[in-house]
C-alpha cells in the first residue's frame, strides 16, 4: 500500500529536550516536505526537499532542522523545542514538485511542547 | 489580509443536503486551484484539482472558479455523513509552484 508513515503519532516533552518525527514513503517520490497545522492558520510548510541531499526552507523554518540522506526518508529535527512549536505536523510527498502533483500526507503527528 | 482565507465553521447540513463551500484569496496570479479534504486525525488528501475559471465536475462534487472575484466554492450535491470532514482550499499560481492552504472549513453532515 502507498503511504507516508510518521513517528511518533503523539509526543509530550519539555522545552529544550531533543526530538526527531520520523516520515518515510515507498512511493520512490522526489519531493517531500513538512508543514505544521495550527487553527486559523492553515498548514504551513517548514521545509522541503526536491531529491537526496537538497534541502531547503519552507515559509516557517525556525527552530527546525530535516535531513534527506535516502530519497525514502525525510526527518524533523526540532534541537532545541519551545511551547511555540506546539503543533500538529505533517510530511507530505509527491512525485515531482509543484502544484499539478497530488501531495500524498502522512496522518500527522501532535507535538506537545510544555 | 492572509492570502488565502476559509469560513471555518463548524458548517452542519443534514444528509442530502447541497452544501456549498467557499474560499477566497487576494493573488490575482493563481490560476491552480485545488480542494483537499481532511478527515479527522488524518492527513488531507487531494479531491478536486482545477485550472483557471470554470466548472469542474467529480461525482457529486462540483469545483467552481471565479478569478474575476477571486472566488472559489466546492458544491457537494446529495451530501452523505461520509463526507464530513474539513475542506482545504489550495492555490498556486503556476503549475511548477507549491500551493498555499487556506485555513480549512470544518463539515459535518448529519444523519
Known sequence: EAQVTQ????????????????????????YMSWYRQDPGLGLRQIYYSMNVEVTDKGDVPEGYKVSRKEKRNFPLILESPSPNQTSLYFCASSLLEGANQPQHFGDGTRLSIL | QKEVEQ??????????????????????????????????????????????????????????????SKYISLFIRDSQ???????????????????????????????
Not at chain 2, 20 to 40: I, K, P, V
Not at chain 2, 98 to 103: E, H, N
Open chain 2, 7 to 68: 469560513d471555518p465553521g463548524p458548517l452542519s447540513v443534514p444528509e442530502g443536503a447541497i452544501v456549498s463551500l467557499n474560499c477566497t484569496y487576494s493573488n490575482s496570479a493563481f490560476q491552480y486551484f485545488m480542494w483537499y479534504r481532511q478527515y479527522s486525525r488524518k492527513g488531507p488528501e487531494l479531491l478536486m484539482y482545477t485550472y483557471s475559471s470554470g466548472n469542474k465536475e467529480d461525482g457529486r462534487f462540483t469545483a467552481q472558479v471565479d478569478k474575476s
Open chain 1, 7 to 30: 513517528n511518533p503519532r503523539y509526543l509530550i516533552t519539555v522545552t529544550g529536550k531533543k526530538l526527531t518525527v520520523t516520515c518515510s514513503q515507498n512511493m520512490n517520490h522526489e
Open chain 2, 81 to 111: 455523513p461520509s463526507d464530513s470532514a474539513t475542506y482545504l482550499c489550495a492555490p498556486a499560481e503556476t503549475s511548477y509552484d507549491k500551493v498555499i492552504f487556506g485555513p480549512g472549513t470544518s463539515l459535518s453532515v448529519i444523519p
